[in-house]
């Protein structure tokens, strides 16, 4: 009789053992996936969201769009239809933070080259610079993937109109002129339903990394 009871005493301690690693690992894994934010205007400083939106607070998505890309090609959101996408503003003769912006867009590319779910949109904030000519050689000069990565110039006043109230990414310049902006270092990650799901500095390496962690969270949605 005392045997048994022994006998069940190890039994209920490794069995407890278990038990508790069990709950463990099940709730380490639960914790892994962190669903990412669904950016709204009012979650976004005043100063990079269009005055007309800036109390929205949800149901904010990337507008419709036509833009023409470094190859002359007219891209709209159907070459990004049920597409994760990187996008940000810069523009060529940038001596500042464009350069680094670029390499670190580069730097994505190279993660993202073989992965179909993937795609990355530059915006020229001067379009009356950047023609269709000077994109090429731009993108020639930092290795665009044209299948990758389109670098658009159109109509200023839509280019604004986009970097204000859809990607909530870039600042008036102050001046009072209707469709002069300033852009901000930010990347925006946009998701297959055209919603913001991240925000990061594209000067900064580990932006960069947070920013291809979470394009892999959100392949798992």
């Not at 962190?34 to 800036?54: A, F, K």
Request: proline share 3%.
């Amino acid at each position: 009789m005392l045997s048994f009871f022994k006998d069940y005493k190890i039994f209920a301690i490794v069995f407890g053992l278990i038990s508790i690693i069990i709950i463990a690992i099940i709730y380490n894994t639960l914790n892994v996936y962190q669903p990412l934010p669904i950016y709204q205007p009012t979650m976004v400083s005043t100063e990079l969201v269009d005055s007309t939106i800036q109390h929205q607070k949800k149901y904010h998505k990337i507008a419709d769009f036509s833009f023409t890309n470094q190859n002359g090609k007219t891209i709209t959101q159907n070459d990004y239809k049920d597409k994760i996408y990187v996008a940000d503003f810069f523009f060529t003769t940038c001596r500042t933070i464009c350069p680094i912006m670029t390499s670190h867009m580069a730097d994505i590319q190279k993660e993202i080259l073989d992965d179909d779910q993937v795609m990355l949109l530059s915006h020229s904030v001067t379009p009356e610079i950047d023609s269709v000519a000077q994109l090429k050689r731009y993108a020639i000069k930092k290795g665009v993937n044209d299948k990758k990565w389109n670098l658009v110039t159109g109509d200023k006043k839509a280019i604004y109109k986009m970097a204000r109230k859809s990607y909530l990414a870039v600042k008036d310049n102050g001046d009072g002129g209707p469709f002069d902006m300033v852009h901000t270092e930010n990347f925006m990650l946009i998701d297959k339903k055209k919603q913001i799901r991240g925000f990061y500095d594209g000067t900064n390496t580990d932006d960069i990394d947070r920013l291809l962690e979470d394009i892999q969270i959100l392949k798992q949605e």
